[in-house]
């Protein structure tokens, strides 16, 4: 089976950061995506998606818009851009044994029905995957923490300088189990 263990809590609690620092400690162990903000006049103006071999796409602006384009508050989402970028970082990761980062299993992201299928066949199937996922309740969201695969850590001021030791300590043991 399978081995999950996403990291939720509120925005800004630091879900990323863990993440990061987990990438640093992993390196080349690792495959996937994290998402980092992108900031401009006025504060925070979208967000960015890198994929760990080096790939960069804008997924959500807040000067994205269309006919087509969904949005999540006042962010145009680029659906497209995380399927073709995000979701072959994932399927390689796993492929290669790596253990998959993703980040996030958010409200951006489950729009996309390729992105939900594949969290899912990843968290059942034999990868070890770590990511990040949003604490409010959200039904595909819900249904990925409520998993028997899953592992649920909630990240806030008090445990985030703790958690990236206390997750390579969860992989050690998941690599012997």
Known sequence: MGRTLLLTGHPQSGKTTVIRKLIAELGTRAGGFYTQEIFGPGGRQGFELFTLDGQRVTLAHKDLRGPKVPLVGRYGVDVEALEKVGLPALQAAAAAGKIVIVDEIGKMELLSPRFRDLVLQLILGPATVIGTILSK?????????????????????????????????????????
């Open 137 to 177: 309740p959200q039904p595909q969201a819900d249904i990925f923490k409520a998993l028997a695969q899953v592992t649920v850590w909630e990240v806030n001021q008090r445990n985030r300088e703790q958690l990236p030791r206390m997750a390579l300590e969860w992989l050690a043991g998941q690599r012997k189990s």
